[in-house]
């Protein structure tokens, strides 16, 4: 099994060890710095190079500028994708986000780790665990998603938010680390109708 078999796999892997790797991080980097320069106005633009840069996408998405990833290839995102400015995706494992998501300013998406052992972390040993985000998700600024974390869909993830478990579906969640607030229901519906009349 090569270094990149054991980054795609979730095997510890050395990511400066292999050729390759080095050349697909720097592809996808010196896409994003071409995005991140780009005139807010040239919106055809920023599409056509954001497609060039995601592995996977839906037809209606927007990434706002700065963005930044490691490969971009490992990425998916959905239908109806919002992404606020300053976001980053460390996608050495892939992250998966459905349809609907909402995510605000920066917002990190790791799934990267570095060895436990302290002489594999010195030789630069790294792991990387997948992230999926279900549809209809609303992350709030400043929030923090970690290695091998699933969001369930419909759930709210509040601002400044360190996500380090499973947030499973329908339920508002909040905190460092990250804990289930409460459920969403219908009532809420109700709430937001109240304050909008």
């Known amino acids: 099994m090569n270094e990149k078999e054991k980054m795609l796999s979730g095997y510890l892997y050395n990511p400066f060890e292999v050729k390759s790797l080095a050349e697909d991080r720097i592809k996808a980097k010196t896409l994003c710095h071409k995005y991140n320069l780009l005139s807010p106005a040239e919106t055809n633009k920023r599409k056509a190079l954001l497609k060039k840069i995601i592995g996977k996408t839906g037809n209606n998405f927007w990434i706002e500028q700065p963005f930044y990833c490691d490969y971009g290839y490992n990425i998916e995102i959905g239908e109806n994708f919002y992404m606020n400015h300053n976001s980053v995706i460390l996608d050495c494992a892939k992250v998966k986000f459905g349809n609907n998501v909402f995510i605000a300013p920066f917002c990190g998406f790791y799934t990267a780790g570095h060895a436990i052992d302290v002489e594999d972390r010195i030789a ?61 229901t219908p009532e809420d519906k109700l709430k937001y109708k109240k304050y909008k009349d």
């Open 124 to 184: 630069g040993l790294e792991y990387g665990f997948p992230i999926t985000i279900g549809n209809n998700v609303w992350i709030g600024g400043h929030v923090c998603i970690l290695p091998g974390v699933t969001i369930g869909d419909n759930s709210i993830i509040g601002a400044g938010s360190v996500v380090n478990k499973n947030i499973p579906p329908n339920v508002i969640a909040a905190g460092n680390p990250c804990k289930i607030i409460r459920q969403i």
